[in-house]
């Protein structure tokens, strides 16, 4: 029970005080969390994606973490050739320590990228997203030290939330991306992306929070090996407050059925959150829908509480193709 107590205190702790974001071992598969620029940055007519994070299984929900986005480009006939004018929506839940601490929030963004050549391979673009945020906080599931008597917690707490158990505020985020080509075929990228460009302000007492910016590098490319085998890399760095984290890898796809526009593949790799855990993938896509699956395994000196378990994660992507593709290279997650 003690320690229980100590590492639900020790998970608000970092949440509320620290004021990190979510976050997904397959950021490559949920690209409006990742970079509002990648809004309509694709090779189709709208694209949907969702993920689904359950971390630290051993600890009963001590993060579980869900998010969906839809986006598509528009005034296709409008803009120039092999520009891309993109919108979309999404939204995202998160819950702590066995629901104690719950967030929700939705966001629409935009992004617009310009057209570097004559072919479209290379590209520059800017996002946009705006998000309204809700923090809930169940202080009926805590326990306080000033409610500890001989029989155990059954005192009464004068540590009382002042300003309410619910919280919500107004969210800018903003990013730039590079898309490029060396031949029509392959692609690469890089991007730079800060979310809480505003630093909205979050206070369930007195004391006033601020959510630090967080700030993202992150690039990666598709590369075709052989007629059948295609690399898939990514890297990202991100930094918040005072804590940083750098995840890189590959998975290689075959492509069972040779179609190039819509190919049958089974995808396997591993990315590595360096001084925290090793994610092994696998994935399979046809008729446009990819699903991909991962799980964490610990290697950070959490280890020993979490049993080597870091985490289960899913994810899906569907786009939905057009009667013709421009064949334009676009990042593909």
Not at 9 to 36: E, G, K, M, Y
Not at 286 to 295: H, K, P
Request: aromatic fraction near 12%; charged fraction near 15%.
């Amino acid at each position: 029970m003690r320690k229980s107590l100590l590492f639900t205190a020790a998970l608000l702790f970092s949440v509320i005080a620290n004021a990190q974001d979510p976050h997904f071992s397959q950021f490559f598969s949920s690209p409006l969390t990742l970079n509002p620029a990648f809004t309509g940055k694709f090779n189709g007519t709208w694209r949907l994606a969702a993920n689904h994070r359950d971390q630290w299984p051993s600890i009963p929900k001590a993060y579980v973490t869900s998010s969906a986005s839809l986006d598509f480009p528009v005034l296709q006939n409008k803009i120039a050739e092999n520009d891309v004018f993109g919108v979309g929506i999404s939204g995202l839940s998160d819950a702590s320590a066995n629901n104690i601490l719950k967030l929700n929030y939705g966001s629409v963004s935009m992004s617009y990228h310009k057209s570097l050549d004559e072919d479209g391979y290379s590209t520059i673009g800017a996002g946009f997203q705006g998000t309204y945020s809700s923090l809930s906080l169940d202080v009926s599931k805590l326990y306080f030290e000033d409610q500890l008597t001989q029989n155990g917690f059954t005192g009464t707490t004068s540590d009382i939330l002042t300003n309410g158990n619910n919280q919500s505020y107004f969210d800018v985020n903003a990013g730039v991306l590079y898309s490029g080509s060396s031949n029509g075929i392959n692609n690469y990228y890089l991007g730079v992306s800060m979310y809480h460009v505003n630093r909205p302000k979050v206070s369930f007492k007195d004391k006033n929070w601020f959510l630090s910016g967080r700030i993202t590098v992150h690039g990666g490319g598709s590369f075709p090996v052989s007629d059948v085998l295609t690399l898939h890399t990514s890297v990202i760095h991100q930094i918040q407050n005072k804590a940083s984290e750098t995840t890189l890898g590959a998975a290689i796809a075959a492509n069972l059925n040779q179609d190039e526009e819509k190919p049958t593949s089974v995808y396997l790799g591993s990315w590595v959150r360096f001084n925290d855990a090793i994610v092994p993938y696998i994935g399979l896509e046809f008729g446009g829908l990819r699903i991909g699956a991962s799980y964490d395994l610990n290697i950070s000196s959490l280890k020993a509480a979490t049993n080597t378990r870091g985490g289960s994660e899913i994810s899906l992507i569907y786009i939905k193709q057009p009667a013709e593709n421009k064949g334009i290279p676009c990042p593909k997650f």
